[in-house]
Nanobody
């Protein structure tokens, strides 16, 4: 059974850090592009970051550049999102999504409809 499971969310103060995990089962992440999306209350879901296995490319939405880092541990079949210097506006449910390795590129990685598999999300709340 193909499954993506996010974890690592929680409540953190502004300026703090969290590391989200996206664990895959039923398929091997080596052959898939993985992206993180988030959805804040009352807002549309947006792409946050993406990791392509074919060439090692990573992409970030402008608001998280320099603060978030996406990485992979193929041995654990897991992708991570390290989030530093968190801000209240980072509060959202964070989802990971997967598509075959060449399914998206620099201009298309934010298009939700291109992704085949989705996790159920993990809540991140940044508040003092």
């Amino acid at each position: 059974q193909v499954q993506l499971v996010e974890s690592g969310g929680g409540l953190v103060q502004p300026g703090g850090s969290l590391r989200l995990s996206c664990a895959a089962s039923g398929f091997t992440l080596d052959y898939y592009t993985i992206a993180w999306f988030r959805q804040a209350p009352g807002k549309e879901r947006e792409g946050v970051s993406c990791s392509r296995p074919t060439d090692g490319s990573t992409y970030y939405t402008n608001s998280v550049k320099g603060r978030f880092t996406i990485s992979r541990d193929n041995a654990k079949n897991t992708v991570y999102l390290q989030m530093n210097s968190l801000k209240p506006e980072d509060t959202a449910v964070y989802y990971c999504a997967a598509v075959d390795a060449t399914g998206v590129g620099q201009l298309s990685w934010k298009r939700e409809y291109k992704y085949t598999y989705w996790g159920r999300g993990t809540q991140v709340t940044v508040s003092s």
